[in-house]
């Protein structure tokens, strides 16, 4: 089964209903020596891609992962970037704010780990937290020091998805290419997946009694993720909303929208013109004894 990338992407403009848009699908793969190979390919386009990145040098890009608990954002990151050059790429997570975060604006945090040209950045979570957890959790914000002359429900979420996608609509006119993916978990799965921390002493240290609580506000968490993804998914910075059930299904569509995005860049390795071409011939000739 083939892949399409759009078929996980939220048009710009879209008024995004997460009921409507599954949380599980028929595999795309048959069996798990066929996800290992597929998966093993997608590996080795990715390696081969992030060195032409780094040699063209005209690019960055910018993968964000955000879902509930237990998605699958950790295991994604970590099978599909298996391959890449550790010296190309870093994982940037957000957790709570520092007190010295807290002294500047909600993307400040964010914006000093962007990756340069030539690099991949993974943000595991990221700036969008400030309108997701934040919304969820008011008094997150109310904690932030922001002033209350600029704390209107009415007003503060449209502000913020207004900075938000100005940020990205400035990233990507610089060469800064950004892919958002929503892990899209079902609470059912969750639940499974919580009990199998439990069960599993190797896996005890994953969960705690916040995460026992977050699930009691997911209907809130949907409703603030559905009024995200349908005002921050661009042309520029499109999201892509990827089922997350079956945990290899996850990461073979990510892959593949990873691809993909690579692939519509159309870089080429520099070619050496007239000059560089007598300079190599030089350095050919230094060497002949």
Same mark, same amino acid.
């Given at each position: 089964?083939?892949?399409?990338?759009?078929?996980?992407?939220?048009?710009?403009?879209?008024?995004?209903?997460?009921?409507?848009?599954?949380?599980?699908?028929?595999?795309?793969?048959?069996?798990?020596?066929?996800?290992?190979?597929?998966?093993?390919?997608?590996?080795?386009?990715?390696?081969?891609?992030?060195?032409?990145?780094?040699?063209?040098?005209?690019?960055?890009?910018?993968?964000?992962?955000?879902?509930?608990?237990?998605?699958?954002?950790?295991?994604?990151?970590?099978?599909?970037?298996?391959?890449?050059?550790?010296?190309?790429?870093?994982?940037?997570?957000?957790?709570?704010?520092?007190?010295?975060?807290?002294?500047?604006? /909600?993307?400040?945090?964010?914006?000093?780990?962007?990756?340069?040209?030539?690099?991949?950045?993974?943000?595991?979570?990221?700036?969008?937290?400030?309108?997701? $957890?934040a919304r969820v959790h008011p008094q997150i914000m109310r904690g932030e020091g922001v002033p209350d002359?600029? +704390?209107?429900?009415?007003?503060?979420?449209?502000?913020?998805?207004?900075?938000?996608?100005? +940020?990205?609509?400035?990233?990507?006119?610089?060469?800064?290419?950004?892919?958002?993916? /929503?892990?899209?978990?079902?609470?059912?799965?969750?639940?499974?997946?919580?009990?199998?921390?439990?069960?599993?002493?190797?896996?005890?240290?994953?969960?705690?009694?916040?995460? $026992?609580?977050?699930?009691?506000?997911?209907?809130?968490?949907?409703?603030?993720?559905?009024?995200?993804?349908?005002?921050?998914?661009?042309?520029?910075?499109?999201?892509?909303?990827?089922?997350?059930?079956?945990?290899?299904?996850?990461?073979?569509?990510?892959?593949?929208?990873?691809?993909?995005? +690579?692939?519509?860049?159309?870089?080429?390795?520099?070619?050496?013109?007239?000059?560089?071409?007598?300079? +190599?011939?030089?350095?050919?000739?230094?060497?002949?004894?």
């Amino acid at each position: 089964m083939k892949i399409n990338s759009a078929e996980f992407r939220v048009a710009e403009g879209c008024k995004v209903d997460l009921h409507k848009w599954p949380t599980e699908m028929d595999p795309v793969y048959k069996s798990d020596d066929q996800y290992h190979k597929i998966l093993g390919d997608h590996v080795d386009q990715l390696s081969a891609q992030q060195e032409l990145l780094f040699a063209s040098n005209r690019y960055a890009i910018l993968i964000i992962f955000q879902a509930m608990d237990a998605a699958g954002k950790d295991g994604a990151i970590k099978h599909v970037m298996s391959g890449v050059n550790p010296q190309g790429c870093r994982v940037s997570s957000f957790k709570h704010p520092t007190p010295e975060e807290l002294q500047h604006d /909600f993307l400040w945090r964010t914006t000093r780990e962007l990756p340069e040209r030539g690099q991949i950045g993974i943000f595991n979570r990221s700036y969008y937290e400030e309108v997701l $957890i934040a919304r969820v959790h008011p008094q997150i914000m109310r904690g932030e020091g922001v002033p209350d002359a600029l +704390l209107d429900e009415k007003e503060i979420w449209h502000d913020r998805f207004r900075s938000i996608t100005n +940020l990205e609509r400035h990233l990507s006119g610089n060469g800064t290419r950004i892919i958002k993916f /929503f892990l899209h978990l079902s609470k059912d799965e969750q639940r499974k997946r919580f009990l199998s921390r439990i069960d599993q002493p190797d896996k005890n240290w994953k969960i705690s009694q916040a995460d $026992i609580e977050e699930r009691k506000f997911w209907k809130d968490y949907m409703h603030a993720y559905e009024a995200c993804l349908s005002a921050t998914s661009t042309q520029e910075a499109p999201w892509y909303v990827v089922p997350a059930d079956d945990k290899k299904n996850t990461r073979l569509i990510v892959s593949q929208v990873i691809l993909d995005t +690579l692939a519509g860049l159309k870089m080429a390795y520099p070619q050496a013109d007239a000059r560089r071409q007598e300079e +190599l011939q030089n350095m050919r000739a230094q060497m002949a004894d």
